[in-house]
């Protein structure tokens, strides 16, 4: 079973920047895909970004070309680089792990970090 730990987060002001990073304990990262999903407040988990075990990405609407998702497989992370954030981007960070391919849907996911808080003030 991967193990995922986050962290990166915090307090910051609308247009600023923060780089999320996800650790995977697991000697197998490099056939995983990742996602990041937020929880903002009051509200559904929601799908951000994604990345395959081949490096494709995907994103949703509302975050391309502010963030990119990245991975190292030499260091068994994923990152997130959001930059130009706002204050809907308030939420919970997670990330998760699946086979290979990516998925916009958190129940494709078996495994998941406990989450990242980021606040973006106005």
């Known amino acids: 079973q991967v193990q995922l730990v986050e962290s990166g987060g915090g307090l910051v002001q609308a247009g600023d920047s923060l780089r999320l990073s996800c650790a995977a304990s697991?000697?197998?990262?490099?056939?995983?895909?990742m996602g990041w999903f937020r929880q903002p407040p009051g509200k559904e988990r929601e799908f951000v970004a994604g990345?395959?075990?081949?490096?494709?990405?995907y994103y949703v609407d509302s975050v391309k070309g502010r963030f990119t998702i990245s991975r190292d497989n030499a260091k068994n992370t994923v990152y997130l680089q959001m930059n130009s954030l706002k204050p809907e981007d308030t939420a919970v960070y997670y990330c998760?792990?699946?086979?290979?391919?990516?998925?916009?849907?958190?129940?494709?996911?078996?495994?998941w970090g406990q989450g990242t808080q980021v606040t973006v003030s106005s």
């Open positions: 998760a792990a699946r086979s290979r391919s990516i998925s916009s849907y958190s129940s494709d996911y078996g495994a």
């Open positions: 697991t000697r197998t990262f490099s056939v995983y895909a």
């Open positions: 990345i395959s075990w081949t490096g494709g990405t």
